[in-house]
């Protein structure tokens, strides 16, 4: 079991370049999320999916874009990076956890640390 | 709209210490998770809160929650430098699928 995985690891964009970042896990989760992680801001949520073909805007989506065409994969997009998306960028999967009840418990990947220049 | 906040956000203690970090909620939240970070690294989950009065624990570190007072504490017993990381708890509003999370805690334990 992988868990839930990322790719890439590291990334260094140009102002107005684009890249996709990629989220899959392995563990059957309805349940996919992605989040921003700023210093001093914890994390926040950018987009989320509840099922495949499902996605919804979360806190701080402007920017951004995903899409959920399989269950385990779940893609964000930022089509003209801006240095105002410099940061490190978790993408977590949930639901269901039969260990812990009825939880929506995230499992988180290890991250994309991306720059924006 | 649920918002989390953590108290304190930087706390240095000496091992053998005992103290606490605090994680108060603004509406109703029927479920409070407690995750760790350590630097440079993703985020691990330390405890579920599924219930008012819940208490869980593992190790030196015992989660509680307190619906009513919209309150969870993480408490560290005779705290061990391996305990050194960011805490991060986050609630959920029911029958929302997404989490809303604290600003986090840094906690530097010394030697």
């Known amino acids: 079991n992988a868990g839930v995985t990322q790719t890439p690891k590291f990334r260094v964009l140009k102002t107005g370049q684009s890249m996709t970042l990629l989220c899959a896990q392995d563990?059957?989760?309805?349940?996919m999320y992605w989040y921003r992680q700023d210093p001093g801001m914890g994390l926040r949520l950018i987009h989320y999916?509840?099922?495949?073909?499902?996605?919804a805007k979360g806190e701080v989506p402007d920017g951004y874009n995903v899409s959920r065409l399989k269950k385990q994969n779940f893609l964000l997009g930022l089509e003209s990076a801006a240095p105002s998306q410099t940061s490190v960028y978790f993408c977590?999967?949930?639901?269901?956890?039969?260990?812990?009840?009825?939880?929506?418990?995230?499992?988180f990947g290890p991250g994309t640390r991306l720059t924006v220049t | 709209e649920l918002k989390v906040e953590q108290n304190p956000l930087f706390l240095s203690m000496q091992e053998g210490k005992n103290y606490t970090i605090y994680c108060n909620y603004s509406?109703?939240?029927?479920?409070l998770y407690w995750y760790r970070q350590d630097p440079g690294k993703s985020l691990e989950s330390l405890f579920v809160?599924?219930?008012?009065?819940a208490v869980k624990q593992e190790g030196r570190l015992m989660a509680s929650l307190d619906t009513k007072a919209r309150l969870s504490t993480l408490h560290i017993t005779a705290a061990v430098h391996d305990l050194s990381a960011t805490y991060f708890c986050?609630?959920?509003?029911?029958?929302?699928?997404?989490?809303?999370f604290g600003q986090g805690t840094r906690l530097t334990i010394n030697p």
């Open positions: 977590a999967s949930s639901y269901p956890t039969p260990k812990r009840g009825s939880s929506y418990e995230q499992y």
């Open positions: 563990m059957n989760h309805e349940y």
């Open positions: 999916s509840v099922g495949e073909g499902t996605t």
């Open positions: 509406t109703t939240s029927d479920r």
């Open positions: 809160l599924l219930s008012n009065g």
């Open positions: 986050a609630g959920q509003i029911q029958g929302a699928q997404k989490l809303v």
